[in-house]
């Protein structure tokens, strides 16, 4: 599938995480609330600012529009999207923790 | 603080323990406000992500009362508290201690999602529950996660578990899960995780007493010895796998999709056109509220103090011989004139508190952070610095502590420079005299914009900031949790709401005594010989005249050239609430008679600004929106950013004030 950022992906079309964000900070902050490569996304609707209101985890998360554009995702058909949940196997994250 | 700041011999040397220091407390406890239980008793840390419900199950064990709200970052300061707990089992901790009636020390510290977090309040939390030499740290973690999103709350609870020590997990949010079809199996969980879980509700006091037995029976147990963690796996490989594998065994999910109820109000409080119209409407109508409603409970406490309990304390005074002296003066016209102002202000504080409470509990304002993000990217500032700069609202101090939840010690820095160009409530009490004497039905409007200017004054100097002083300002981009809307409880916001009167009062009553008694001793004393004696002398020829009237003349291009004016700005320098009763005391003494406060200072800016009351009122609102907020911010600021920067903020606010009073004042005549 096509990797594209997030800014570009349409409300409610179905997203897997491709890859971590880039910037440190937000890459940790984003870790923790369940951006992990293979996580389900989706995005819920964009502000007049340009900040996006995304599933992530079962919950809701606001991510800025210019960290929207550096976001790594791939669509997924509808078909196999099903409810956003965690991955089934471990990955490897780009930075290290702890 | 901690050893990352301490060198290894030094931390060896503090933590020795010799008959001269018979009482050591444990460094996990060493920090924060509040009680703790007799030494040697044990040290039970809450953590968890931020609003989670920490500060409510700590309010819930303890009887306290900490901040508590519906957005991340509500615990800026860490809190002690006393957990009275019954002895469990006869070969119980407790028991073994000598009775059945035991206590231990809770600590409610700052949220944080995981032990390697980079703003201070999460790294805060790794000093004291992970970075602490041996015994030095908590006796028990309880981790507290959210039933509904428990992948991202085990991330904490893995990395907790690796340590040695004892761990205890306490579910919430589980009626927010069931909503969204999710049942935690709490017996399944503790099989997986191996350690106990306890589910409950802290919002509703449910599950406590369980989690209180657990709690005493894990103390009575040996600590757990640190878990290793399988080879050929990094860190966080292994955590997640084990995460995948709890909420698999935990928790059951009905696979159905719900759109929720917060997603449905997000359709209308996140709109692109009506979102905002919201926000603006919401600000405009909390303070609209404050302005109509508190009014009358206002007039209702002046008429109390300064009629019966004045003239009650001048009768008992005349009674024993005193009526006419300066003790007189001093009880009357300083003591109850000064504290009897400020107290007619709490109704007012007090629904500001509440509005805010409501709006905290509920969630909204963690959407008004993400919708003013783009203007706060503007001037270099992140979203989550709409939290500390909203708080500033109500009160300047705490808003400045709430700047610790950015990671970014420039943007920190920043904000805290911004915080006291928010208008809080003292000034608000001001602005509210000065509109009903002003601007009659318009009153309202004109506070309102006093808030509208207070956010251009924020966003215009936070652009120049940023392209002067902080050209490379790291960016900070927007990630915020957005948590589910929830209807506000009365029990909650009471407690807020209780929690910040109280401080505000505890901060501010002991300025604005000591600043009026200055005041009150300044008018007592003659500014020359021959001008009558220590309080028995005229305003005007009083060393707080003679300071005043030689200060007056700086304001004359901004129309408020009179010396009572410049006075009470004087006095406004320590504390915004004493400026009402620094006027009603300049001219209760220099008049004597029964002409209302408002009709001389009407009086005043007719005659300082030529016949252009209007401009000059302006100029004033101007002034005092910009200028210093109070002794007890500078105290605050220089606890966050230092002396030297809080001295370069009075020098800034100084400048902007009288630079735009003189402006409106000069533009506001010639209209």
Redesign the interface.
């Known amino acids: 599938m096509t990797v594209m950022s997030l800014a570009a992906a349409a409300p409610r079309q179905p997203l897997v995480v491709d890859a971590p964000a880039v910037d440190p900070a937000a890459a940790h902050r984003l870790m923790t609330l369940g951006w992990r490569p293979g996580a389900r996304v989706q995005i819920i609707r964009r502000t007049l600012g340009g900040a996006h209101i995304i599933a992530l985890a079962g919950a809701r998360v606001a991510v800025g529009r210019r960290l929207a554009k550096e976001l790594q995702v791939r669509p997924v058909s509808p078909e196999a999207a099903g409810p956003v949940r965690l991955p089934d196997r471990p990955v490897r994250l780009g930075g290290a923790a702890a | 603080m901690s050893l990352l700041t301490t060198s290894p011999a030094k931390a060896k040397r503090r933590l020795s323990l010799t008959p001269l220091r018979p009482v050591p407390v444990k460094q996990c406890c060493r920090q924060g406000s509040g009680p703790i239980a007799a030494p040697g008793e044990p040290i039970v840390a809450l953590v968890g ?1 931020p609003n989670v419900g920490k500060s409510t199950l700590f309010n819930a064990l303890t009887g306290a009362r900490a901040s508590v709200g519906n957005w991340p970052g509500t615990t800026v300061e860490i809190a002690r508290g006393i957990w009275r707990f019954e002895a469990g089992e006869p070969d119980s901790w407790a028991k073994r201690r000598g009775g059945p009636q035991r206590q231990a020390t809770v600590i409610d510290l700052p949220g944080a ?6 703003s201070p309040d999460e790294r805060l939390t790794r000093e004291l529950v992970v970075d602490v030499p041996p015994g030095e740290g908590p006796d028990l973690v309880v981790a507290l996660v959210d039933a ?2 428990l ?2 709350s085990l ?1 904490l609870v893995a ?1 907790l578990r690796e340590q040695a020590g004892r761990l205890v997990v306490a579910v919430t949010m589980t009626d927010m899960a069931r909503r ?1 079809g ?1 049942e935690v199996d709490t017996y399944a969980l503790a099989e997986t995780l191996g350690v106990p879980v306890v589910a409950i509700d802290p919002r509703h006091r449910s599950g406590i007493n369980n989690l209180a037995r657990v709690l005493s029976e894990q103390l009575s147990q040996p600590p757990t010895v640190a878990r290793a963690r399988q080879a050929g ?9 084990w ?2 594998q709890a ?1 698999a065994q935990g928790t059951q ?1 009905s ?1 159905e ?1 719900q759109v929720r109820r ?2 449905k109000v ?2 209308w409080i ?1 709109h ?2 009506l ?2 119209i919201i926000f603006l409407a919401l600000m405009w109508a909390v303070f609209e509220i404050t302005t109509v409603v508190a009014a009358p409970l206002q007039d209702g406490l002046d008429w109390l103090i300064s009629g019966p309990v004045s003239n009650g304390a001048s009768a008992a005074l005349g009674a024993i011989g005193l009526g006419g002296s300066w003790v007189e003066g001093l009880v009357v016209s300083g003591l109850i004139a000064g504290v009897g102002s400020l107290l007619t202000f709490v109704p007012l504080m007090a629904l500001m508190f509440v509005l805010l409470a409501l709006l905290e509990d509920s969630g909204y304002l ?1 959407r008004a ?7 706060m ?1 503007a001037i270099g500032l992140p ?1 989550r610095a709409f939290l500390p700069i909203v708080v500033g609202f109500g009160c300047n101090v705490p808003g400045i502590a709430a700047t610790r939840t950015l ?1 970014q010690a420039q943007h920190r820095l920043m904000t805290c420079l911004l915080i006291p160009f928010t208008s809080c409530t003292a000034r608000l009490t001001v602005f509210v005299m000065l509109g009903s004497i002003f601007f009659d039905r318009w009153a309202g409007t004109a506070v309102f914009l006093s808030y509208v200017a207070s956010i251009l004054l924020i966003v215009v100097l936070g652009l120049l900031l940023r392209g002067t002083v902080w050209r490379n300002l790291p ?8 948590p ?1 809307y929830q209807t506000p409880t009365v029990r909650l916001t009471a407690a807020v709401t209780w929690v910040r009167l109280k401080g505000f009062l505890q901060t501010a009553a002991g300025i604005i005594v000591a600043t009026v008694i200055v005041v009150w001793l300044l008018q007592a004393i003659p500014a020359g010989a021959g001008l009558g004696g220590f309080g028995a002398v005229a305003v005007e020829q009083s060393l707080y005249g003679a300071i005043a009237r030689g200060i007056a003349p700086v304001f004359a291009g901004a129309g408020f050239a009179q010396w009572q004016t410049a006075a009470a700005l004087i006095v406004g320098f320590v504390a915004k609430e004493a400026v009402i009763s620094s006027w009603a005391q300049t001219y209760a003494v220099a008049d004597g008679n029964e002409v209302a406060l408002g009709e001389h200072v009407r009086l005043a800016f007719e005659q300082s600004s030529g016949g252009h009351p209007i401009a000059a009122v302006a100029a004033f609102m101007v002034f005092f929106l910009a200028y210093t907020p109070c002794v007890a911010t500078l105290a605050a600021q220089k606890r966050e950013i230092g002396a030297g920067w809080t001295c370069l903020g009075v020098g800034l606010q100084l400048a902007v004030a009288f630079l735009l009073a003189v402006v409106t004042f000069q533009v506001g005549r010639l209209l």
């Open positions: 992500a999602y995981s032990l390697d977090s980079l509904a999103h992948s991202r991330f990395q969204h999710i796996l990094s860190g966080d490989d292994e955590r997640f796998a995460i995948t909420v999910e696979g999709t917060s997603d997000d359709r996140l692109p056109v979102g905002p963690a952070a993400v919708l003013t993000d783009r203007v990217g979203g990671p960016s900070d981009p927007l990630v915020i949790d957005l589910p």
